[in-house]
């Protein structure tokens, strides 16, 4: 990996207000440190890459030399996969387009770096490096001069997901509420992969079940979100959204 994290790991304010006033409100970027740093190198992430199991994000060249001797999320432990691990990784490009954006010339200094690693070593520099990044704009611009590629949804997320609370089985309590309950995912992400997304969100406990069901089907773990989607057909599909609804319960115990 190439080191410019290190370069960028302290102080700085970002702005995060729609006000072009002298006063507007800044927040010091070290607050948002948790978000936008690997916790492998705890420097910003380049290259952001996520687990699709677990959903947590390093940089890519990272993540993939701790793969060479662990399978497991350096983070949660979870294993990511018996035997190649690098196949459930997947690049996490609004996630690193927010750490350009909110750190000043990190791009361009990464750019740079790049650069100067292919001279060093005679090798010819790929026009991709070569060419220059966009400005970095910290101050959110009026709605039509934002540029397009912000809110382009990348076409591997393919599936419209509403995920609808059903409820939670007694003796079940302390969870939070969902409060992000439209998603958009691949094709190939399974139920499991749903369910760890509540389970992040609602903080539930390894203690707590969730069963996922679309239609009159509860769903197993291995199931893919577009297999669902062929089986189901119409049934589970609401104004072009898929709907999943879920139930927290206790483990069954004979």
């Known amino acids: 990996m190439l080191p410019v994290q290190a370069r960028w790991s302290n102080g700085g304010t970002t702005n995060i207000s729609d006000s072009d006033s002298e006063d507007e409100p800044k927040i010091p970027l070290n607050q948002f440190y948790p978000h936008i ?13 996520t687990i699709t199991e677990c959903l947590h994000t390093f940089c890519k060249s990272c ?9 497991r999320c350096p983070t949660c432990s ?24 909110m750190v000043p010339f990190l791009e361009e200094y990464e750019r740079q770096q790049m650069c100067k690693f292919y001279k060093e070593r005679g090798l010819e520099v790929p026009t991709s490096v070569m060419m220059s990044p966009c400005p970095v704009v910290l101050k959110r611009q009026k709605k039509d001069n934002i540029p397009p590629s912000v809110f382009t949804i990348p076409p591997e997320l393919n599936v419209s997901l509403l995920l609808e609370f059903v409820g939670a089985e007694e003796g079940i309590d302390n969870y939070k509420p969902l409060e992000r309950r439209y ?33 009159d089907h509860l769903l197993d773990h291995f199931q893919s979100i577009k297999d669902i989607q062929s089986f189901v057909g119409e049934e589970g599909v609401q104004d072009g959204v898929l709907v999943l609804h879920f139930g927290l319960v206790l483990p069954f115990q004979p």
């Open 37 to 49: 740093r690997c916790a492998l190198c705890s420097g910003f992430l380049i290259d952001a890459s």
């Open 63 to 71: 993540i993939v030399k701790h793969f060479f001797y662990d399978n």
């Open 78 to 101: 979870i294993v990511v996969h018996q035997t190649q691990p690098m196949y459930n990784i997947r690049p996490d490009r609004q996630l690193q387009d927010i750490v350009y954006k």
């Open 183 to 215: 998603l958009r995912v691949s094709g190939e992400a399974t139920v499991r992969h749903v369910e760890v997304f509540i389970r992040r969100r609602m903080e539930l406990s390894s203690a707590c079940q969730v069963d996922v069901v679309c239609g």
